[in-house]
């Protein structure tokens, strides 16, 4: 019998029994090590935040956006037990899944994805939310050179404005309303990390001689910073939108100026691949990208908290009501 974290209502984290099925041919047995807590989409199912109409889109979530749910993807372990048909992974290999918390799973072979055997844990776990920052990245299609504004400087953001340096974008403006997170990201190589004022898109001119930003991306999972993205983007500029803003609706001016600047307004996702780069890139080709990039971005720094996993609920807690304090938080099984 295994243990994994459910959420039985909005802002309810409870630690259930899971039965283990028996291991098929096809499959292996992982037992988890860490796993990450995502303070975007998982905070937002957490708060009851997420259409209860909408199916989830990994196999491994159980139950569904009307409660309970078992939700999460960011799951580092070890192979313990493999099928008779399965060659790779092998037992006692170091794999990432995307699969909610929970000390011991069974799935098909095909489903983990190998990290190499010296990598800690904890850093294994950026694998989801590295691989939706690529995703970004690839969507935003940022030029040598070009001005890219990044609202929202946590995780995925932070994430984000790693790549658009090594992109060679410049220069990268970021916003975010918390200090440790601004910090973070002058670290993580924003040439200006601004606050959320007012005058936020008075700055954003100021630092572009007057253009505006050739690309804009919404990371806070704030569906009112959408606007502040909007009026910062310059002629035939892009906005990106990699926030999911669940059940939240986004109130948009799109009046005169916006048409008249003939902005691009663009969505992206994780699950699929932008069609125009599709004949030269493929799951596969972003996932060994990913791995590549897991051992070269300062990753360590990032994670600034660690709970063990029966206590999950105050690791949920803490990023509902104090996310200012904190920037990637694990669950640790061992």
Known sequence: MAEAVWFGAAGRVEIRDEPL????????????????VSAGSELLVYRGHAPRDLPPDLPTIGGDFGFPVKFGYASVGRVVEAGS??????????VFVHHPHQTEYTVPAD????????????????SANLETALTVVLDAHPR????????????????????LRRAGATP???????????????????????????????????????????VAIEASG?????????????FGGTVVVASWYGTRAATLTLGGAFHRRRLHVVSTQVSTLDPSIT???DRRRRTALVSQLLGELPLAALVTHRFPFREAASAYEMLDRTPHECLQVVLDYV
């Open 21 to 36: 099925a028996s291991l098929a041919p096809d499959q292996v047995r992982i037992r988890a090590l860490a796993s990450g």
């Open 111 to 126: 489903v983990p994805i190998p990290l190499p055997a010296d990598l800690p844990p904890e850093t294994g776990v950026f």
């Open 144 to 163: 040598l050179g070009e001005a890219v504004l990044v609202v929202g400087q946590g995780v995925v953001g932070l994430l984000v404005t790693m790549l």
């Open 85 to 94: 048909r399965v060659d790779c992974p092998a037992v006692g290999d170091l």
């Open 222 to 234: 704030n569906p009112d910073a959408l606007q502040a993205c909007i009026d910062a983007v310059a």
């Open 172 to 214: 990268i403006l970021t916003v975010d309303m918390h200090e440790r997170r601004r910090v973070a990201s002058i670290s993580a190589g924003a040439d200006h990390a601004l606050d959320v004022d007012g005058a936020l898109v008075d700055r954003v001119l100021e630092l572009t001689d007057g253009r505006g930003v050739d």
């Open 279 to 281: 004949p030269r890139w």
